[in-house]
């Protein structure tokens, strides 16, 4: 029998691997620009956005709306660079 482990060492392509809703959060499977791998949560009917340094909220986004987001923009970032302050609508 012949063993066949092509595509084991294979790196995903950078960007949202896998979306699902458990226990009414979104549960999101990245993959980040530099190659790294993580897993974000955040509530099914969306989340507000605060400005750590000054407890400022600075806007509300939904879910489908943060989604899309990490859709259209993960593959643009390392981890360490994301963050929600860079498209959050600030005039709500």
Not at 27 to 36: H, P
Not at 40 to 51: I, K, S
Request: charged share 30%; with cysteine.
């Amino acid at each position: 029998m012949e063993l066949n482990f092509e595509g084991l060492d294979r790196e995903e392509a950078p960007g949202v691997s896998d979306v699902k809703v458990e226990y009414n959060e979104c549960v999101i499977s990245i993959v980040w620009k530099d190659g790294e791998k993580s897993v974000m949560h955040f509530p099914e009917d969306g989340f507000t956005v605060v400005n750590p340094a000054t407890n400022e909220r600075l806007g509300y986004i939904e879910a489908g709306e943060a989604i899309n987001i990490l859709k259209n923009n993960v593959s643009q970032y390392n981890r360490e660079d994301f963050s929600w302050k860079l498209f959050v609508n600030k005039h709500e």
